[in-house]
């Protein structure tokens, strides 16, 4: 079974930098590929960007320039380098992690991804 535990949130001002982590427990972590969603209360999980296994990434039209996904296979881990934060930025940010390559197209749709981590909150100040 896979286990996903997020890190590196926190309270930040605006304009400020964050750079979340996911740790991934499981075997085979060369064989999944990866991703990082938001949520607000009240609204839908959004996804941010998803990595394959080889690197490629994929990002939401809204965070591309501002958000980097990148990944450690060494290490298991992965990484949401956020920059020029926005009060509206502030959410609980998820990783995923998914094994059927067919879902990776459904991305940026939370059915692109089987396991879910529990979450680290973000919050950015003005």
């Known amino acids: 079974q896979v286990q996903l535990v997020e890190s590196g949130g926190g309270s930040v001002q605006a304009g400020g930098s964050l750079r979340l982590s996911c740790a991934f427990y499981?075997?085979?972590?060369?064989?999944?590929?990866m991703g990082w969603y938001r949520q607000v209360p009240g609204k839908e999980r959004e996804g941010l960007a998803a990595i394959d296994s080889d690197d490629s990434t994929r990002y939401a039209d809204s965070v591309k320039g501002r958000f980097a996904i990148s990944r450690d296979s060494t290490k298991k881990l992965l990484y949401l380098q956020i920059n020029s934060l926005k009060p509206e930025d502030s959410a609980m940010f998820y990783c995923a992690a998914g094994s059927a390559r067919w879902r990776l197209q459904l991305f940026p749709s939370e059915e692109a991804f089987e396991y879910w981590g529990p979450g680290t909150q973000v919050t950015v100040s003005s």
């Open positions: 499981g075997q085979a972590y060369w064989n999944y590929y």
